[in-house]
């Protein structure tokens, strides 16, 4: 059914503005629908298989007046399934055909094919070796470049190869180190190895593993014990942030609003690119900033005897460059590296193995350049496609056979990946032949996006799927406000990661919320508090603000009009203020968030203190995505009431989900990293979502590499998917036209 009464009136849907629907959903889930022929109930369908329509909640079989066609007439573009009223243009899968070479394994170097009789033994326990993944198993002298796609089996290799080297080639278990990226991935090839023929965990034990920063520190602390004791390693966070916090007082930055987590993430950069304060030429205000802060974090430090995570790097790195003895008792005692996730190894991590194995060149590395996803931490794939060079005479493994995802979305990975020009050249070819084609979805907006997703997720577990089949993935958090929405408000169990704070407890967000509350009640103090630093006030006014509305006996909203400060223009500027933030009571939160940002100058508040300063997280963006969350409310009573209790159901979730057997994942695509489940949704595969706008700015400026980025992001994403995939378009991001991502473009555009 295409039509439905609302508010005494009809509404069409296909007369009705595709910025409508979202509204005319909620509409039918608040019971405000009916049926213009029989009067039942009905809500509007908005999923992704097919068109949007009215159903009869009691009878979604019932069809009154005018019998429709719902079922999505769909077509086949560059392998996408989209619908078929979807016009093809430049814009997105143009018909061009891509120009990608042929399956290739171009690189210069041997490819071994060397199976062995383990091989045949580990096939008969259940653990099957194609012939490239049995050579990568047993050639265990000198260097090793295992070149490996996305869902190609680098575990498996890794664990067989460990078992092989202890088992046939009797290695001592002392000799080998085997690095992962995670110690959770260390603990989990370490039971899988237990399964294998004459594995016991007294011989397992002895094996030295886990992430570089565990072995690397446990070197450290044999050489000095003391000055490397546990009780001196800054744990936390907050702790790093108080050393930076101190110095930044020092240097005049504001404490609430400089964004000290990005400096720390920059200052964690640099040491991990060994690059000391005296090396660094810092190329914009914001690293001159950091440069600053990052000299006086590391004298505080070093006058404290403290030291942090990365210390254990660059500390082992020093030991090494200045006790060439105890270097030489190294590479004595490790004579085998095994080293995964190669592609997000560091400058400091890899001239750490270098040393390490420079006497013997047992180091067998593996990864896949095309995942490279943490630059921003300074891994880069130079390291990977440099190996060669650092290692002269390695040999080259490719495993190009992808066991995990369908023909479908190989293909689709393989095309999108082909644009990157900084990689090896390697094609993927799918083991599992038969599948679904991916499909693009073209939702109006973020709220649209999500309510498409959840419909669909619901559809699917109602005919049998289980709720751990399902990822949600997305490039930043921020990016899943709707969706986190959409689902709190299912009863779907979902899960989000332990560190994902809530979309309305962000530091903009909180504050613009602030302008709200204040608004509404003019006796909050606490909402007081929350603008100050917008209005360029220290906290310390507070307290007279406080005194003046006992004194004056006015409310704190017009205290805040009478404070006293040295600029005669800034309390003239504080009177206009509270007449705006008057004003703003019975306004529509929209509207009253765009006299915050333009008649209160947030968006200039947000320039200059900083907050814009940095490449992935602007403050602007969060007002932004602010905005299109309140479009749904006609009242700041009712957002406000609804930010509370969505910040609520943040923190339940995290709880609950620890309960659950089975659940949804909502995931950032980096986190999704080396995990795969049988459907995936990718949000926003617009430009300026993913790619992420940095990325285009970089572009725009003539630097390729954050692009290239992107679409490895955009890569490992595709690739987590077994059988389904979706990828959404929206028209609207943040409440402006969007165009679809350039990397489902052929026309090349960088
Ligand atoms: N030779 C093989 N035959 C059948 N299945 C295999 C084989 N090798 C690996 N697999 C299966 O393929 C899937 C992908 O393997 P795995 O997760 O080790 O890949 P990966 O290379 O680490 O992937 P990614 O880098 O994308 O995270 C797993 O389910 C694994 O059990």
């Given amino acids: 059914m295409k039509s439905a009464i609302y508010q005494n009136g009809t509404v069409h849907l296909e007369l009705l503005g595709r910025d409508r629907f979202q509204k005319i959903y909620m509409a039918g889930r608040n019971g405000e629908l009916s049926c213009p022929s029989c009067l039942e109930p009905v809500r509007l369908y908005l999923g992704i298989e097919k068109d949007p329509h009215f159903f009869h909640l009691y009878h979604p079989e019932k069809i009154c007046?005018?019998?429709?066609?719902?079922?999505?007439?769909?077509?086949?573009?560059?392998?996408?399934?989209?619908p078929s009223a979807k016009p093809v243009g430049e814009g997105f899968?143009?018909?061009?055909?891509?120009?990608?070479?042929?399956?290739?394994?171009t690189a210069s170097l041997p490819i071994l094919?060397?199976?062995h009789d383990y091989?045949?033994?580990?096939?008969?326990?259940?653990?099957?070796?194609?012939?490239?993944?049995?050579?990568?198993?047993?050639?265990?002298e000198g260097p090793i470049l295992v070149l490996a796609g996305a869902g190609s089996g680098k575990t498996r290799v890794l664990t067989a190869r460990t078992a092989y080297m202890l088992d046939v080639r009797g290695i001592k278990p002392s000799e080998i180190m085997l690095v992962t990226f995670t110690t959770k991935a260390a603990q989990e090839m370490k039971s899988r190895l237990l399964r294998y023929p004459n594995m016991k965990s007294g011989l397992l034990s002895k094996l030295v593993s886990g992430t570089f920063h565990s072995i690397f520190y446990r070197i450290l602390m044999h050489a000095d014990g003391a000055k490397w004791n546990n009780n001196r390693l800054l744990k936390k966070e907050w702790q790093r942030e108080k050393i930076v916090k101190e110095a930044g007082r020092e240097l005049g930055?504001?404490?609430?609003?400089?964004?000290?987590?990005?400096a720390l993430q920059q200052i964690g950069f640099w040491k991990n690119s060994l690059l000391a304060p005296a090396k660094i030429k810092p190329d914009s205000e914001w690293e001159e900033t950091v440069l600053m802060l990052y000299e006086r974090y590391e004298r505080y430090k070093q006058d404290q005897g403290l030291f942090d995570f990365d210390d254990m790097l660059t500390g082992c790195y020093e030991l090494f460059q200045t006790a060439p003895e105890l270097l030489a008792m190294y590479q004595e005692r490790f004579r085998y590296f095994l080293i995964d996730e190669f592609q997000d190894i560091n400058k400091v991590q890899y001239e750490l193995i270098k040393m390490l194995s420079a006497k013997t060149k047992n180091v067998c590395v593996v990864g896949d350049d095309d995942q490279t996803i943490y630059s921003f931490r300074g891994?880069?794939?130079?390291?990977?496609?440099?190996?060669?060079?650092?290692?002269?005479?390695?040999?080259?493994i490719l495993l190009s056979q992808n066991?995990?995802?369908?023909?479908?979305?190989?293909?689709a990975a393989n095309r999108i990946i082909s644009y990157n020009k900084k990689r090896r050249r390697k094609e993927m070819a799918a083991n599992i032949s038969e599948g679904l084609p991916p499909v693009a979805f073209f939702p109006y907006d973020e709220e649209e996006e999500a309510t498409m997703i959840v419909t669909d997720i619901q559809e699917k577990i109602a005919g049998g799927a289980d709720p751990s089949d399902f990822a949600i993935l997305y490039r930043t958090h921020a990016g899943s406000r709707a969706v986190f929405e959409r689902l709190a408000s299912s009863n779907l169990p979902f899960r989000i990661e332990q560190d994902a704070e809530s979309f309305y407890e962000r530091r903009t967000v909180r504050t613009v919320l602030g302008f709200l509350k204040l608004a509404i009640n003019e006796d909050d103090i606490d909402a007081v508090a929350a603008i100050l630093p917008a209005l360029f006030l220290k906290q310390d006014v507070l307290s007279d603000i406080k005194a003046s509305t006992i004194l004056d006996d006015c409310s704190a909203l017009e205290a805040l009009g009478k404070v006293k400060t040295a600029h005669a223009f800034q309390m003239k500027k504080l009177k206009t203020a509270v007449t705006a933030i008057k004003s703003m009571r019975h306004l529509a939160p929209y509207a009253a968030i765009e006299r915050i940002e333009k008649e209160l100058g947030f968006l200039d508040y947000l320039k200059k203190r900083g907050s814009e300063g940095n490449k992935l997280e602007k403050g602007s963006d969060d007002v932004k995505d602010l905005k299109v969350a309140a479009k749904n409310f006609d009242s700041s009573q009712t957002l406000l009431e609804h930010a509370s209790h969505m910040?609520?159901?943040?923190?339940?979730?995290?709880?609950?989900?620890?309960?659950?057997?089975?659940?949804?994942?909502?995931?950032?695509?980096?986190?999704?990293?080396?995990?795969?489940?049988?459907?995936?949704?990718?949000?926003?595969?617009?430009?300026?979502?993913?790619?992420?706008?940095?990325?285009?700015?970089?572009?725009?400026?003539?630097?390729?590499?954050?692009?290239?980025?992107?679409?490895r992001l955009f890569y490992v994403a595709i690739t987590r998917a077994m059988e389904r995939l979706y990828i959404s378009v929206p028209s609207m991001r943040r409440n402006r036209a969007a165009n679809p991502t350039r990397f489902l473009t052929p026309v090349r555009k960088d």
């Fill in 253 to 262: 930055l504001s404490e609430k609003e400089f964004p000290y987590d990005l």
């Fill in 403 to 411: 066991y995990r995802s369908s023909n479908e979305i190989v293909a």
């Fill in 65 to 82: 007046l005018e019998a429709s066609e719902t079922i999505k007439e769909t077509r086949q573009i560059e392998g996408f399934r989209v």
């Fill in 113 to 115: 094919d060397n199976p």
């Fill in 379 to 396: 891994s880069s794939p130079e390291f990977l496609l440099n190996f060669e060079h650092d290692f002269p005479g390695a040999r080259l």
């Fill in 647 to 711: 910040a609520a159901m943040n923190r339940e979730i995290k709880n609950l989900s620890k309960h659950f057997t089975s659940s949804i994942t909502l995931s950032t695509i980096h986190r999704a990293k080396g995990l795969e489940y049988k459907t995936v949704y990718i949000l926003g595969a617009v430009d300026g979502s993913l790619p992420h706008d940095y990325a285009l700015e970089s572009l725009r400026n003539g630097d390729t590499a954050p692009l290239e980025e992107e679409r």
């Fill in 93 to 105: 899968l143009g018909a061009q055909p891509l120009a990608i070479g042929a399956a290739t394994a």
């Fill in 119 to 140: 091989v045949k033994l580990l096939e008969a326990e259940g653990f099957k070796l194609d012939g490239n993944q049995a050579a990568a198993v047993t050639e265990t």
